[in-house]
């Protein structure tokens, strides 16, 4: 692959703006899974080029007196990382991207509120979301959250889109068959969305799910959600039901110390 289009594809693999996440908890969730592909893309992609590059300079080593090619003299390597190339993109719209939550805020903020008595392991984080495994007597089971400021921000795609706000009301949310769904409005305006059923990432009904979708009257939205299997899009169950129940996952979505 000639080194141009190398680069062409880092700054692709690289490409972050997204708009916020205005569908339902399969779209929220799936952007924190592309984003962990494109980081591995990127970093992949980046080794590449560096090595292109000194090939390159490997290959084009002749003697200017006319003589026969000679070898390049071994690379000098610092004592720090290769410079990565530089990277060029489009400012995002203030208007389709709110800012995103440190990584390190979302982990601290789920450990700090996750109930006593459970097993934390395989924490991870990026910005605006966090997950971990959590394992007690029944088995392990994935944890995740994201946190949207600004979701009244969010602007729906093309004409005749449909409205983010839609995924507040059960009657319009797009979850799967067999989901039971609960509305609530809290006493500061908050709306709190609980589901549980079967989660719509396996295609089946073995892998159960539980989730809080919260709205906050400052415009900020929290997507918490639980499985009862560390892969949730498998077909392998590694608990009977997931960690926490839809109590603690409210207690948990409503805390005011999210980060935003």
């Given at each position: 692959?000639?080194?141009?289009?190398?680069?062409?594809?880092?700054n692709?693999?690289?490409?972050?703006?997204?708009?916020?996440?205005?569908?339902?908890?399969?779209?929220?969730?799936?952007?924190?899974?592309?984003t962990?592909?494109?980081?591995?893309?990127?970093?992949?992609v980046?080794?590449?080029?560096?090595?292109?590059?000194?090939?390159?300079?490997?290959?084009?080593?002749?003697?200017?007196?006319?003589?026969?090619?000679?070898?390049?003299?071994?690379p000098?390597?610092?004592?720090?990382p290769?410079?990565?190339?530089?990277?060029?993109s489009?400012a995002?719209?203030?208007?389709?991207?709110?800012?995103?939550?440190?990584?390190?805020?979302?982990?601290?903020?789920?450990?700090?509120?996750?109930?006593a008595g459970?097993?934390?392991?395989?924490?991870?984080?990026?910005?605006?979301f966090?997950?971990?495994?959590l394992?007690d007597?029944?088995g392990?089971?994935?944890?995740?959250?994201n946190?949207?400021?600004?979701f009244n921000?969010?602007?729906?795609?093309?004409?005749?889109?449909?409205?983010?706000?839609?995924?507040?009301?059960?009657?319009?949310?797009r979850?799967?068959?067999?989901?039971?769904?609960?509305?609530?409005v809290l006493?500061?305006?908050?709306?709190?969305?609980?589901?549980?059923?079967?989660s719509?990432?396996?295609?089946?009904?073995?892998?159960?799910?539980?989730?809080?979708?919260?709205?906050?009257?400052?415009?900020?939205r929290v997507?918490?959600?639980?499985?009862?299997?560390?892969?949730?899009?498998?077909?392998?169950?590694?608990?009977?039901e997931?960690?926490?129940?839809?109590?603690?996952?409210?207690?948990?979505?409503?805390?005011?110390?999210?980060?935003?």
């Open positions: 692959m000639p080194l141009d289009e190398l680069r062409t594809t880092l692709q693999a690289a490409e972050l703006d997204e708009p916020p996440v205005g569908g339902g908890p399969a779209a929220v969730f799936a952007r924190a899974d592309r962990r592909s494109r980081q591995r893309i990127a970093t992949a980046s080794g590449i080029v560096v090595l292109g590059v000194v090939i390159g300079v490997a290959a084009t080593a002749v003697d200017r007196s006319g003589g026969a090619p000679t070898a390049a003299p071994a000098v390597v610092s004592a720090g290769p410079s990565a190339p530089t990277l060029t489009a995002p719209s203030p208007r389709t991207r709110p800012s995103d939550v440190p990584a390190d805020a979302m982990l601290n903020t789920l450990l700090r509120l996750l109930p459970v097993t934390v392991s395989e924490p991870d984080s990026q910005p605006g966090a997950e971990v495994i394992s007597r029944a392990r089971g994935k944890v995740q959250v946190v949207q400021p600004g921000r969010v602007i729906p795609s093309g004409h005749g889109g449909d409205d983010p706000m839609d995924t507040f009301t059960c009657a319009r949310r979850d799967p068959a067999g989901t039971h769904c609960t509305r609530s006493p500061d305006g908050t709306i709190v969305v609980l589901t549980e059923g079967p719509e990432d396996a295609g089946h009904d073995r892998i159960q799910r539980r989730m809080a979708d919260v709205y906050r009257p400052d415009g900020v997507v918490l959600g639980t499985w009862n299997a560390v892969h949730e899009k498998t077909n392998t169950a590694t608990r009977a997931p960690p926490l129940t839809v109590q603690q996952l409210q207690a948990i979505a409503t805390d005011p110390t999210w980060p935003v």
